[in-house]
């Protein structure tokens, strides 16, 4: 039956830990990270910026749908983040998003029914009007 000596460890003797968190919103939130180039632990400053992707859906949804072309300036799948450490500026880490196969095979499909909803849209226009 052991039980602990309170106070600190005896001379001579070290102890190392290192403590592990799980953060969530994988980057998103600032992160505590090691910045090489000020060698100290820092919360990151975090800045966002829309990906290529969220650009072309943009380009390509705006004609067909305004609220949906919206989606890439909303959505954090559309987003990649930067973490800069706050003493130095230094870039320590950029985030993308990783999209799934079911994610990728969703977005071709909503943009593919986008796409014949327009066709019929501007097909019925050119019925209404007696081009067709």
Do not use: M, R
Not at 25 to 52: A, F, I, M, R, Y
């Amino acid at each position: 039956n052991l039980k602990a000596q309170p106070g600190p460890p005896p001379t001579g003797q070290t102890q190392n830990f290192k403590l592990v968190c799980l953060e969530y919103g994988e980057g998103q939130s600032p992160k505590t990270e090691l910045c090489p180039n000020c060698d100290s632990t820092v919360w990151t400053s975090v800045t966002t910026s829309t990906t290529t992707l969220g650009y072309v859906w943009f380009c390509l949804c705006y004609c067909i749908c305004c609220a949906c072309s919206l989606l890439p300036f909303y959505l954090n799948d559309f987003k990649k983040f930067k973490h800069f450490c706050p003493n130095c500026g230094a870039l320590l880490k950029t985030v993308s998003p990783s999209f799934s196969t079911c994610k990728i095979i969703l977005i071709i499909i909503s943009f593919i029914l986008l796409f014949i909803c327009f066709l019929l849209v501007i097909y019925i226009g050119l019925k209404y009007l007696g081009l067709v």
